[in-house]
């Protein structure tokens, strides 16, 4: 088994911490983005997406998407559960979980596509997605300070890999100039909280 | 148990092929989304996105998003197995899911969302995303038509959610002026397969 990562990507990441946070450790095989490794035919026969990360299996087989990859090692690994340990609990984490990442880190993402140096040729970019995208993860940020008003983590009061997809994409976008209003004190908390986690340095 | 459904919206409609499909029933419960009843504060504290489909527990709790919804059915009831029986299974299947859902279907709405009437003052609309985000769905199109010229159905040799969600993402489409290239012909053999099956009228 490998994993196929990329350092300051916020994806591979997620899968990187969510393994920390098992105590799973997976050999990893950095690919080289800027250079465009991972557009090139050898990669996009593991993932024709051309996205990272992805987990290779020993058969040869490739999983791609973080989401999956973390769901495949809570399958195989339940315990720490970051995604949850009946039904019920499963299905609000993972609503959670999507909720930070279509919703909040959606928006945002969007906004440093259409407006980042980085996807000039890289995708079809139109700067006028910036500011209502940056307007709308604004927006969805001041509603999870408000939540984080009343609760510890995302989900409610465990830890889950919705804290995961959210600290990945709010660290992310402070590096690259997407980052969230200081005022946001709940956030802010909440942010300081997961740095502290040993899993931060994943 | 109630599922708060909208009768022509692309996600309500995953939800309920993936019912049929398991031989389940689930009263449903109509929202006006025309009338914007999904966006009122009764509405808000069962899904503050506002999105449908909802699926409210007997005890009041409510669980959003389609994807994580039909994940819940699979964890009650597992057969027929539409997500798969073995965690590689799952992992497979979840991936080819995501690809429709947000490579291929992703683009798609976005060209619908930014140029219909229907989200005029509903989203901030920018008209200059439409031509590039038709321009990625027809290429993903593609790309899915190829993969169906050697393969039954979207994860490979058996029928599974991410038939579902392509297969309500095309037909959508197609209703909304955001159809496919009639040259697909492998993607419109399988369309018309998914039409046949008896879940399709749900």
Redesign the interface.
Known sequence: MKLYDATLAPNPRRVRIFLAEKGLSVPLEAVDMRAGINRQPEFLVKN??GALPVLE?DDG?C???S???C??FE??HPEPALIGRT??E???T??WE??MEL?VMGPLLTAFRHGSSFFKGRI?Q?P??VA?SR??AAKRLA?VDGLLAERQFIAGDRYSIADITLFCGVDFGGRVGEGYDAGLKNLTRWHEAMKARPSAAA
Do not use: H
Request: no cysteine; aromatic share 6%.
């Open positions: 024709p997406m299996l087989s999983i791609s998407e989401l999956v990859i769901e495949y399958d195989l039904p019920e499963r299905a609000l993972r609503m999507r909720r919703e079809a139109v006028e997605m209502p307007a709308a509603w």
